[in-house]
């Protein structure tokens, strides 16, 4: 089975810290994603890559940056936090060829206070 | 812009009752067609999926109906459950690519008893 695993199911953040948000995949995907989910405007893409070190905008990527130093892994980060970016935050990976749709993590319900 | 449009935005079925949920795409390149079940807290997970080359794929009480000329899919729960209560996405992938996955904005269904 694949599997994405996120670092953690639920945070606590206060405004203005950096957030690091980690995500592992097992499955050799090439790309990994990072969505954002609020109620009433489905999933957001935040930033994708498609390669190690390498990263592409999304749809909303203002406020966060991303990492891939290692295939596996893909880290969204919250270089300060904002109570704006108190979301639901889904990991996914995919791969390239093949068109099978992407595979998620569990999600981490960050909330900044 | 929407690549993939779904409707509607939320449903609310009587136990038993049928489930359907539509999606249409204008790409003629998108050459999968997942969908995916979300419940609450938790992240989406592959439900079924279609590929181009067939109109119908079923599985258990639940069916994709995929209508190539007109550029729409559904899908259908039979005998609905609770325990189907859940929010369903509808996406649509290209064959290769590294950001090739686009969702639908999510249905959020209700069953009651």
């Known amino acids: 089975d694949v599997k994405v695993t996120q670092s953690s199911r639920y945070l606590v953040k206060r405004t203005g810290e950096k957030v690091f948000l980690e995500c592992v995949q097992d499955?050799?995907?090439?790309?990994m994603f990072w969505y954002r989910q609020d109620p009433g405007l489905g999933l957001r893409l935040i930033y994708f890559?498609?390669?190690?070190?390498?990263?592409e905008k999304g749809d909303i990527p203002e406020g966060y940056s991303v990492s891939r130093e290692k295939k596996e892994r893909f880290s969204l980060i919250l270089e300060s936090a904002s109570t704006n970016q108190t979301s639901m935050y889904l990991c996914?990976?995919?791969?390239?060829?093949?068109?099978?749709?992407?595979?998620f993590g569990q999600g981490t319900r960050l909330t900044v206070v | 812009q929407q690549q993939v449009k779904q409707s509607p935005q939320s449903l609310i079925v009587q136990k038993g009752g049928i489930s359907i949920i539509n999606c249409a795409y204008e790409?003629?390149?998108?050459?999968?067609f997942p969908w995916y079940q979300q419940f609450p807290g938790k992240g989406p997970a592959l439900l079924i999926a279609?590929?181009?080359?067939?109109s119908e794929k079923k599985e258990g009480r639940f069916t994709i109906s995929f209508n190539k000329s007109a550029k729409q899919f559904s899908l259908h729960i039979m005998d609905s459950q609770p325990g189907d209560s859940a929010t369903y996405f509808c996406?649509?992938?290209?064959?290769?690519?590294?950001?090739?996955?686009?969702f639908g904005t999510g249905t959020r269904l209700t069953v009651i008893p």
């Open positions: 499955m050799d995907h090439e790309n």
């Open positions: 279609i590929r181009p080359d067939v």
């Open positions: 996406a649509a992938s290209l064959q290769t690519g590294a950001n090739n996955l686009f």
């Open positions: 790409n003629t390149a998108f050459d999968y």
């Open positions: 996914a990976s995919s791969f390239q060829t093949g068109g099978q749709g992407a595979f």
């Open positions: 890559s498609y390669d190690v070190k390498m990263k």
